[in-house]
């Protein structure tokens, strides 16, 4: 279970529509743009994302944060990055899906913090 509340950040999706859309970012029927953003870090460190798989034209009516995962891709056994997909529903149809990760830098030293911006609004999903 995520310790990040994804209730705000489905009220900012809920009820539109993903008009068009690039690794980095989608664009809902009412001009939102929304897109994968690190929102805090600290030196070596850094949050990233993309979104896959989108179809367009169907309304969004759920969002959850799913498959959350530590992972350890440099063989340091300090330095980590946790992952979270925000996951965008049709009924129960995924429709899109934003792959969101975060890093502790060189050695497990440092941070970072991952989020989905709607608008000009941050919704944290990914930290470590």
Known sequence: MSKYDVNELKKALLYHKVIEWDSDHL?????????IECTEQ????DAWGE????????????????NE??????GD???????????IYHNRNR????????DNGNGGYYYSVGAVRVKD??????DC
Do not use: H, M, Q
């Open 95 to 102: 429709i899109a899906t934003a792959e969101c990760n975060a």
């Open 69 to 74: 995962r530590t992972d350890n891709p440099w």
């Open 121 to 126: 609004v941050y919704y944290t999903v990914v």
């Open 42 to 45: 600290d030196c070596c460190a």
């Open 77 to 87: 056994e300090d330095e980590t990055v946790n992952s979270v997909d925000v996951v």
């Open 51 to 66: 979104f896959k798989d989108v179809k367009l034209d169907a309304v969004i009516t759920d969002v959850k944060l799913e």
């Open 27 to 35: 664009l809902l029927d009412d001009g939102s743009k929304v897109a």
